[in-house]
């Protein structure tokens, strides 16, 4: 009988240098094991530097799950607020010449679990009198984004401080007040990374630096950040998001309707 191959190609060890090819820096590893422990550690060495990317994925992905869920605690802690007031705090408190004193992430405190803290607050002095030293120099878990890779005393949640939007400043809205509808509607966001505050600190966003884009600055995440809408749930927003979108998602009156799903959403 014949040894010719039917398949047109040469019998034998030819057909197995493909894999041979496709698998050659294992082959050259186990060779390695036998020259000595040096080579060993180039070949471990390899198979990290082919790990690594999948591994800081996994942990970004795992950090940006996190920053979701302060997200949720931050927006059910609003919610709790206006169930017992009647409305939502305002973006920050003032003094009798109007200068802003504290910010709503220190009024919600008490709706964080953090009722102690809140407790050593002087509400009369600004934020950053050595009265309220004490509390200043406390780091708030919920109020910092592990990818932010900051000091764990500054946050980048932030509302959208304008007359249009959820928080015109001082003053305090209802959610009745939110005719855009609550699920169309932002009520905490995500800034980037160089905007970053203190989180005691009465400083937000306004609603132009939303609507711009943010390729001048430095997201936090990869491609976006994320925000929690006015009904409580969380979604992330692509850096690439139209600033028509963006200026109808940060308004509470001005009929218009956005899909917040369409962004992409845990």
């Known amino acids: 009988m014949s040894n010719a191959n039917p ?5 034998g060890t030819m ?13 050259g590893c186990l060779i390695a094991a036998a020259v000595g422990v040096p080579v060993m550690l180039v070949c471990a060495g390899i198979l990290t530097a082919l790990l690594l990317p999948a591994v800081q994925a996994a942990r970004e992905a795992a950090r940006r799950m996190q920053c979701s869920n302060n997200m949720k605690q931050i927006a059910l802690a609003m919610h709790n607020y ?12 003032v003094d009798d010449q109007g200068r802003p004193l504290h910010s709503w992430r220190t009024i919600i405190l008490p709706f964080l679990e953090q009722g102690y803290l809140y407790d050593q607050v002087d509400f009369s002095k600004p934020w950053d009198d050595p009265a309220n030293d004490l509390v200043r120099k406390m780091a708030i878990p919920t109020y910092y984004c592990p990818s932010s890779n900051l000091d764990p005393l500054l946050t980048t949640y932030v509302v959208i401080v304008d007359s249009d939007t959820a928080f015109p400043g001082h003053a305090q809205t209802m ?24 989180w005691m600190s009465p400083q937000d966003i306004d609603l132009p630096t939303y609507v711009q884009t943010a390729t001048n600055h430095q997201p936090v ?9 006015a009904d409580g749930a969380v979604y992330f927003r692509p850096v690439s998001l139209a600033p028509e979108i963006r200026e109808a998602m940060a308004t509470i009156a001005g009929g218009e309707r956005v899909d917040p799903q369409a962004m992409g959403g845990f």
């Open 15 to 27: 057909m197995e240098q493909p894999a041979a090819k496709k698998n050659g820096w294992l082959f």
């Open 7 to 11: 398949y047109g190609q040469p019998s």
């Open 221 to 229: 995440h990869l491609g976006g950040a994320n925000e929690a809408m």
């Open 175 to 198: 959610f009745r007040m939110v005719t855009d509808g609550l699920s169309n509607t932002v009520l905490v966001t995500e800034t980037d990374r160089d905007r970053a505050v203190h």
């Open 82 to 93: 206006h169930d017992v007031y009647g409305m939502l705090p305002p973006a920050y408190t």
